[in-house]
């Protein structure tokens, strides 16, 4: 059974930084990009970085590119998000998501998601 | 960066009736186009790929079409377990989602 927890979220003061972690089972984690994709509350999905399987393709929405870094360990089979310089629009639902295949990044699993709370 | 336009926002509909859900690509992603359905407190689930192949276990009342920048999905005759939001999302580069659809019950 396909799994996906993530983890790391919390409440935050602007201006400082936060580091999200996506645990992964149930698959072969190196077969398959993986993506962050977030929802603000009472909002729609938005996609934030995704990155291919050997983190030889990586890329970021144009609201975070240059503040946050996605990366990979393919021997922890884990996912990561290093978020900097946050902003009170960072606050969201923030969730780990396998693409279907290698290059098609679309979402067959979803996990439940990490709540992020950038607030003074 | 390709913008995806869902339409209506919100659909009123009645069980068992039809609906017919629109969206709307910027530009052309072939048949690089997904749907999803998501619930109050829960994640996406993926209904949808190539625009128009049901994704594993998804009922066969759940249809896709469309190519290029015009797609539907239709939902033949709407379940009490249906109502919920639907987003599009291209995946022809980096994926970008569309706003949303919410079907209600009428």
């Known amino acids: 059974e396909v799994q996906l927890v993530e983890s790391g979220g919390g409440l935050v003061q602007p201006g400082r930084s936060l580091r999200l972690s996506c645990a992964a089972s149930?698959?072969?984690?190196?077969?398959?990009?993986m993506h962050w994709v977030r929802q603000a509350p009472g909002k729609g999905l938005e996609w934030v970085s995704g990155i291919s399987w050997n983190s030889g393709s990586i890329g970021y929405a144009d609201s975070v590119k240059g503040r946050f870094t996605i990366s990979r360990d393919n021997a922890k089979n884990s996912l990561y998000l290093q978020m900097n310089s946050l902003r009170a629009e960072d606050t969201a639902l923030y969730y780990c998501?396998?693409?279907?295949?290698?290059?098609?990044?679309?979402?067959?699993?979803w996990g439940q998601g990490t709540l992020v709370t950038v607030s003074s | 960066e390709i913008v995806m336009t869902q339409s209506p926002a919100t659909l009123s509909v009645s069980p068992g009736e039809r609906a017919t859900l629109s969206c709307r690509a910027s530009?052309?992603?072939?048949?690089?186009l997904a749907w999803y359905q998501q619930k109050p407190g829960q994640a996406p689930r993926l209904l949808i790929y190539g625009a128009s192949t049901r994704a594993t276990g998804i009922p066969a009342r759940f249809s896709g079409s469309g190519s290029g920048t015009e797609f539907t999905l239709t939902i033949s005759s709407l379940q009490s377990e249906d109502f919920a939001v639907y987003y599009c999302?291209?995946?022809?580069?980096?994926?970008?989602f569309g706003g949303g659809t919410k079907v209600e019950i009428k």
């Open positions: 999302q291209q995946y022809n580069n980096w994926p970008f």
């Open positions: 530009q052309s992603v072939s048949s690089n």
């Open positions: 149930g698959f072969t984690f190196d077969d398959y990009a």
């Open positions: 998501a396998k693409a279907r295949t290698a290059i098609a990044y679309y979402f067959d699993y």
